[in-house]
């Protein structure tokens, strides 16, 4: 069974400064694993997805996440913050079979931009 | 750009009333979804629709819940009997299904029961 851990549930960071947001995740098969965000009053828009291509992820808005197999993460980097950045993350892994199987969802991230 | 729109934004009724969510899906999509998110908890899969029939359901998605796409382009949550847990913001979303394509979701709707 398929797993999402958000190791912080809030972050903080300066605008201008790098943002880092850590997911790891547990998978019984090859994963697909993506980051969604969520804005106040929107829906859950997808950032960026990893489907057993290029490590090296890059997603909408300059994020970009790395799937590292050994330590079983996918975290989600942008060098520097915007104000606009300010939401709830989700990462979200799918052992992917057919577009029935489905996604399972951290608790999300928190991330607030100060000015 | 296409996107998945939900109604009402906000919901509020009475415990034990019958409550209907209402999604308007990505016109070609072919796979629906139904998932929904407790306050402070995890957003958790409730339903997938595919072909006019459940696909793949959850535990969560016991008798009380039912779903429909009555029309060719609205698809529906119902909820039979409110119970107060069944607060939560309930998400819909649509994929066409082909290799991995992404979900997309629509706002959300906040039933809250009283």
């Known amino acids: 069974a398929q797993s999402v851990t958000q190791l912080d549930s809030h972050v903080s960071v300066s605008e201008g400064t790098p943002v880092l947001l850590r997911c790891n995740y547990s998978s019984s098969y090859s994963p697909s694993l993506f980051w969604y965000v969520q804005h106040p009053n929107k829906g859950l828009q997808l950032l960026l997805k990893y489907t057993s291509a290029a490590t090296l992820v890059k997603g909408i808005n300059g994020f970009e996440a790395e799937f590292k197999k050994s330590e079983t993460s996918f975290h989600l980097t942008k060098p520097s913050a915007h104000m606009s950045d300010a939401a709830e993350y989700f990462c979200v892994v799918s052992d992917w079979v057919s577009g029935n199987t489905p996604l399972v969802f951290g608790k999300g991230t928190r991330l607030s931009v100060i000015a | 750009e296409p996107e998945v729109t939900q109604t009402p934004s906000h919901q509020v009724t009475q415990m034990g009333q019958e409550v209907i969510l209402r999604c308007v899906p990505i016109?070609?999509?072919?796979?629906f979804y139904w998932y929904r998110q407790i306050l402070g908890q995890k957003v958790e899969f409730l339903v997938s629709f595919y072909n006019n029939e459940i696909s793949e359901k959850s535990e969560i998605f016991d008798d009380q819940f039912s779903v429909e796409r009555p029309d060719g382009s609205n698809f529906t949550l119902k909820i039979r009997s409110t119970k107060l847990e069944d607060s939560a913001m309930y998400f819909c979303a649509s994929s066409l299904g082909t290799e991995v394509t992404e979900a997309f979701f629509g706002q959300g709707t906040r039933l809250t029961v009283v």
């Open positions: 016109s070609n999509h072919l796979y």
